[in-house]
């Protein structure tokens, strides 16, 4: 095997993810919103196998290249065996760069230390304005029991639904949106709502907010990163559907329409709410599967071969680590 071929094929599996893995993404949604859940679950995983192989061919190329020594020559000896031991490639000859080799070995750890600091940051990012939203409602809500729970109702005249985390206030509705919908339509929404403080939807969020959102550049990620929110916004409508009826959500959803200024100062940047692209065809009348089996069964190859990849680098280096720099 040669590095040709190596660097060509690595090239070829990341250039049709990341420019046509939005195509595949977009066209497999007839099958996707059958299963929201494990959609999203799917989404997620691209995202993070794609820098999981990143870092894996970076380990690669350490072990394929050979760069000048920035290293003490005994410790330099030491990183050259280990490398050679732990190559996946045993035996194919290193190749000479102008790159120190330590370079592709740091990279995988200074970004995964720049990814904790991050989340990190953004984590204390969402908890202050989910406590200033929280503190805003507190001020001018009032706790009723509405279909036997407990809930935030504020007094305004727009006919609004959203939820944040459980610990900063969950459900969220306003007076008007109690007028204005019949009961099972309410109902509907409430349990709507309820998906998403009850499923860890919020979390979900946080989670492509903080790692993929922020890499919108690469075609990739800006279409999980769009995507993501319709199908927890599905999973969520299907727990609506089964206790109250696709009738009377679909009806819901028509009188609540798009949001609107006053729901977005009121809940802040990270709520989830029930209002938004419009899903009622979705719930209506759904797309046919047919045209979404192929692109599924595409990104379906495409995580197997980036877990092949990324496990079988890894093994290598694992298997040095544990039992030493044995030469081949």
């Known amino acids: 095997m040669s590095l040709v071929f190596i660097g060509v094929g690595a090239a070829v599996l990341f250039a049709i993810v990341t420019w046509l893995g939005p195509l595949l993404v977009r066209t ?4 996707l919103m059958r299963a929201p859940r494990l959609a999203v679950l799917g989404l997620l995983s691209v995202p993070i196998m794609w820098w999981a192989v990143v870092a894996a061919l970076s380990l690669m190329a350490a072990s394929l290249f050979k760069g000048p020594d920035v290293l003490p020559v005994p410790l330099a000896d030491v990183c050259s065996r280990c490398l050679i031991a732990a190559s996946p490639f045993p035996g194919l000859a290193r190749v000479e760069t102008l790159i120190p080799v330590v370079l592709f070995l740091v990279f995988p750890l200074v970004v995964s230390v720049f ?6 940051h953004k984590r204390a990012r969402r908890r202050r304005e989910n406590s200033s939203a929280a503190a805003r409602l507190l001020r001018g809500s009032t706790v009723a029991d509405i279909n036997g729970r407990s809930l935030n109702v504020l007094d305004q005249e727009t006919p609004f639904a959203f939820s944040l985390p459980h610990k900063y206030g969950g459900v969220v509705i306003s007076q008007a949106l109690c007028s204005s919908l019949e009961k099972n339509e309410l109902t509907a929404v409430l349990e709507h709502e309820r998906a998403h403080v009850e499923g860890g939807h919020h979390r979900i969020m946080a989670i492509v907010d903080t790692f993929v959102r922020p890499l919108s550049f690469i075609p990739l990620f800006a279409e999980v990163a769009a995507s993501i929110p ?4 599905i999973a969520a409508d299907d727990r609506a559907r089964r206790t109250a009826g696709t009738p009377a959500l679909a009806s819901a959803l028509l009188k609540i ?3 609107t200024d006053v729901t977005g100062h009121l809940s802040g940047s990270y709520a989830l709410n029930i209002a938004g692209p419009d899903r009622i065809r979705q719930l209506v009348s759904p797309a046919d599967m047919t045209s979404g089996v192929l692109p599924v069964m595409a990104l379906a190859s495409v995580l197997a071969a980036f877990v092949t990849v990324f496990s079988s680098v890894f093994f290598s280096y694992a298997t040095v680590i544990v039992s030493g720099c044995v030469m081949p």
């Open 230 to 233: 319709l199908y927890l916004e």
């Open 257 to 259: 329409g798009q949001p």
């Open 115 to 120: 990814s904790v600091v991050w989340g990190l």
């Open 28 to 31: 497999a949604a007839p099958v």
